[in-house]
């Protein structure tokens, strides 16, 4: 372990990081995540968009300890600034990792929150490249989206699918 500033404590080599991990149960790794993100949510606090994927990461390794709504959030919002930046790569694993999450919740509980991330998942996999994923994510998107009885969705979704092949004129 190493200090790099004082009053702040990193590990030399990733190697001391998952030695240590490895002693811990799940559950004490969760608690530790836990109270990592709180603390960085504290240090972050004025300036938190530079660092909402580090956020995030915490958040989510935190659940079970802590429920996964806040590393949802976190996760998509990241995402959107990835999107912003052109880190389309990015965007789709942060993307992936809020529908993970959002998924150890109870099934269905919040279908328009799971429409929507498919959406933005399905542009950054277009955007990064990888159109075989993108309409799979577009696909899942329209069809929730007619079982939920919201036309507009279900366009955007086709949309989405159709990507490049669709012109409007």
């Given at each position: 372990?190493?200090?790099?500033?004082?009053?702040?404590?990193?590990?030399?080599?990733?190697?001391?990081?998952?030695?240590?991990?490895?002693?811990?149960?799940?559950?004490?790794?969760?608690?530790?995540?836990g109270r990592c993100a709180e603390a960085l949510g504290r240090l972050y606090a004025?300036?938190?968009?530079?660092?909402?994927?580090?956020?995030?990461?915490?958040?989510?390794?935190?659940?079970?300890?802590?429920?996964?709504?806040?590393?949802?959030?976190?996760?998509?919002?990241?995402?959107?600034?990835?999107?912003?930046?052109?880190?389309?790569?990015?965007?789709?694993?942060?993307?992936?990792?809020?529908?993970?999450?959002?998924?150890?919740?109870?099934?269905?509980?919040?279908?328009?929150?799971?429409?929507?991330?498919?959406?933005?998942?399905?542009?950054?996999?277009?955007?990064?490249?990888?159109?075989?994923?993108?309409?799979?994510?577009?696909?899942?998107?329209?069809?929730?989206?007619?079982?939920?009885?919201?036309?507009?969705?279900?366009?955007?979704?086709?949309?989405?699918?159709?990507g490049r092949y669709w012109t409007s004129g």
């Open positions: 372990v190493g200090a790099g500033v004082p009053g702040r404590t990193r590990f030399a080599h990733a190697l001391f990081r998952e030695v240590l991990l490895e002693g811990l149960s799940a559950q004490e790794r969760a608690e530790a995540h004025d300036a938190p968009e530079p660092r909402l994927a580090e956020l995030a990461h915490h958040w989510l390794e935190a659940v079970p300890a802590v429920p996964p709504e806040r590393g949802i959030n976190l996760a998509a919002r990241a995402g959107d600034r990835s999107m912003g930046l052109l880190a389309y790569e990015e965007a789709a694993r942060l993307y992936r990792r809020s529908l993970s999450a959002l998924e150890l919740r109870a099934a269905g509980t919040d279908p328009e929150r799971r429409r929507d991330l498919l959406l933005e998942l399905g542009a950054a996999l277009r955007n990064s490249g990888d159109a075989v994923a993108a309409r799979e994510s577009f696909m899942e998107a329209g069809e929730l989206s007619a079982r939920l009885g919201q036309p507009e969705c279900q366009a955007q979704a086709a949309l989405g699918y159709a």
